[in-house]
């Protein structure tokens, strides 16, 4: 207990050092004080009370003013002084971590966030992170869990040389939740010089420095969570590099995401090797405690799946009270969903999770046709959508539009997280 109390003194203590900017402010505090019990000694006089107030009482009757007038007039000055000093104190605490004009802004902003509902958002890649950008501006309480089974382009070289999972939709989720000024940029910038830096990202290979730097995947994703000081917080599936397998429709198997894009014919199912990667407890934890899980928008066997295929994190889902909603992809991807129409796609997710999502949200709306025949040449269609499968299974379809308006046919994050949150319980 001793100790205890001196750490509280030295603690104050602190506060006295030179240079703090607080001692002067702390002084006018003082006097204003002073001034106000002057005042309300006047006010209450019915006697002698201390020497030094009768002194002062007497001056002010030799200067002929009554004693409710001096009392009060001393009590005012003393609110006044006393109200300057603690606002010039703290005003220059402040200083020393943020600008003070802004901080009422700030705290309302930050206690309304607190306020907002749990929410867990699975996925990858442009999807998820875009969809996180939208609910950032409703809700502290949020949770992205991204898929780390990608293993092309940057994230397929740092996986190699490292033994790590997939860390590209790791940082464009870091980047989309921090709040630390033009971080998101600088997450997102790719080197196009440099032996062995070109193609990379600075975020990609922040988050191998950080698991280089401490030796545990998932410790380097704790300490990126902090350093960039998220509204939320995101978290892999699994810190463990895990390889996507899949079973297309003709049986054959295909071993790697950037594989399994690219092969032709159907994929009937996907799972992972080890079967069993270990799931981080923030994200157990995070998920008991949610009030929705969201399940993309993203690529069906390759994002949305893959985020949750680790056996604990399907069981945590399945055992959640949540609502747990599932985003359909607004276009098919070619090699991966050719054909498969919305109810296709809930299928597939409720075949590998174990459990039905509560609802599916569909955009319905009319897309740009300039955009459609981009996409065309591509290979790549608006999902369709057949209200009666739906209705037959008894699961509740959102419809409505939800596609950004724009060159890209993708979802509007402002558009699905309204949507999204009408869906809380």
Same mark, same amino acid.
């Given at each position: 207990?001793?100790?205890?109390?001196? /750490? %509280? &003194?030295?603690?104050?203590? #602190?506060?006295?050092?030179? =240079?703090m !900017?607080?001692?002067r402010?702390? $002084?006018?505090?003082?006097?204003?004080?002073?001034?106000?019990?002057?005042?309300?000694?006047?006010?209450?006089?019915?006697?002698?009370?201390?020497?030094?107030?009768?002194?002062?009482?007497?001056?002010?009757?030799?200067?002929?003013?009554?004693?409710?007038?001096?009392?009060?007039?001393?009590?005012?000055?003393?609110?006044?002084?006393?109200?300057?000093?603690?606002r010039?104190?703290?005003?220059?605490?402040?200083?020393?971590?943020?600008?003070?004009?802004?901080?009422?802004?700030?705290?309302?902003?930050? /206690? %309304? &966030?607190?306020?907002?509902? #749990?929410?867990?958002a699975? =996925?990858? !890649?442009?999807?998820?992170?875009? $969809?996180?950008?939208?609910?950032?501006?409703?809700?502290?309480?949020?949770?992205?869990?991204?898929?780390?089974?990608?293993?092309?382009?940057?994230?397929?070289?740092?996986?190699?040389?490292?033994?790590?999972?997939?860390?590209?939709?790791?940082t464009?989720?870091?980047?989309?939740?921090?709040?630390?000024?033009?971080?998101?940029?600088?997450?997102?910038?790719r080197?196009?010089?440099?032996?062995?830096?070109?193609?990379?990202?600075?975020?990609?290979?922040?988050?191998?420095?950080?698991?280089?730097?401490?030796?545990?995947?998932?410790?380097?994703? #704790?300490?990126?969570?902090?350093?960039?000081?998220?509204?939320?917080?995101?978290?892999?599936?699994?810190?463990?590099?895990?390889?996507?397998?899949?079973?297309?429709?003709?049986?054959?198997?295909?071993?790697?995401?950037?594989?399994?894009?690219?092969?032709?014919?159907?994929?009937?199912?996907?799972?992972?090797?080890?079967?069993?990667?270990?799931?981080?407890?923030?994200?157990?934890?995070?998920?008991?405690?949610?009030?929705?899980?969201?399940?993309?928008?993203?690529?069906?066997?390759?994002?949305?799946?893959?985020?949750?295929?680790p056996?604990?994190?399907?069981?945590?889902?399945?055992?959640?009270?949540?609502?747990?909603?599932?985003?359909?992809?607004?276009?098919?991807?070619?090699?991966?969903?050719?054909?498969?129409?919305?109810?296709a796609?809930?299928?597939?997710?409720?075949?590998?999770?174990?459990?039905?999502?509560?609802?599916?949200l569909?955009?319905?709306?009319?897309?740009?046709?300039?955009?459609?025949?981009?996409?065309?040449?591509?290979?790549?269609?608006?999902?369709?959508?057949?209200?009666?499968?739906?209705?037959?299974?008894?699961?509740?379809v959102?419809?409505?539009?939800?596609?950004?308006?724009?060159?890209?046919?993708?979802?509007?994050?402002?558009?699905?997280?309204?949507?999204?949150?009408?869906?809380?319980?």
């Amino acid at each position: 207990m001793w100790a205890k109390r001196a /750490r %509280r &003194l030295l603690g104050f203590l #602190r506060w006295l050092r030179p =240079g703090m !900017g607080v001692k002067r402010y702390v $002084l006018v505090a003082a006097a204003g004080m002073l001034l106000m019990f002057l005042g309300v000694a006047q006010l209450s006089w019915q006697g002698v009370f201390l020497d030094w107030v009768l002194d002062f009482v007497l001056f002010t009757r030799n200067l002929g003013l009554p004693l409710w007038l001096s009392g009060t007039v001393s009590f005012l000055v003393g609110l006044g002084v006393f109200s300057l000093g603690i606002r010039a104190m703290n005003r220059s605490i402040l200083s020393a971590v943020t600008d003070p004009d802004e901080l009422p802004e700030r705290i309302w902003k930050k /206690r %309304r &966030l607190e306020a907002g509902p #749990r929410v867990v958002a699975l =996925g990858g !890649g442009t999807g998820l992170s875009n $969809l996180l950008g939208g609910l950032k501006t409703r809700t502290a309480n949020l949770t992205g869990v991204v898929a780390v089974t990608d293993d092309g382009g940057s994230t397929g070289r740092l996986r190699r040389s490292f033994d790590v999972p997939a860390v590209g939709d790791l940082t464009d989720c870091l980047a989309a939740l921090s709040e630390v000024e033009r971080m998101p940029e600088l997450m997102k910038y790719r080197f196009q010089r440099g032996e062995g830096l070109s193609g990379h990202t600075f975020g990609n290979l922040f988050l191998v420095s950080l698991f280089e730097l401490t030796g545990d995947f998932a410790e380097a994703v #704790r300490m990126a969570d902090r350093v960039l000081a998220l509204s939320g917080a995101v978290y892999p599936s699994t810190p463990h590099p895990a390889r996507l397998v899949a079973e297309l429709a003709g049986g054959e198997r295909v071993e790697g995401e950037s594989r399994i894009r690219e092969a032709p014919g159907r994929v009937r199912r996907v799972w992972l090797e080890p079967e069993n990667p270990p799931v981080m407890p923030e994200v157990l934890r995070a998920v008991a405690r949610a009030q929705l899980i969201v399940l993309g928008p993203g690529s069906l066997f390759t994002s949305v799946i893959p985020s949750f295929l680790p056996p604990d994190l399907r069981r945590a889902i399945a055992e959640s009270p949540a609502r747990l909603v599932y985003v359909v992809n607004v276009m098919t991807e070619p090699g991966e969903t050719d054909g498969m129409d919305a109810y296709a796609h809930y299928k597939a997710v409720a075949e590998h999770l174990g459990r039905r999502p509560d609802a599916v949200l569909v955009h319905t709306a009319p897309l740009d046709p300039e955009a459609l025949a981009r996409y065309a040449e591509e290979g790549q269609y608006p999902v369709a959508y057949d209200a009666a499968p739906f209705d037959a299974d008894g699961v509740r379809v959102v419809e409505g539009d939800f596609a950004h308006a724009g060159a890209f046919v993708r979802h509007d994050p402002e558009k699905l997280t309204t949507r999204l949150l009408e869906c809380v319980r």
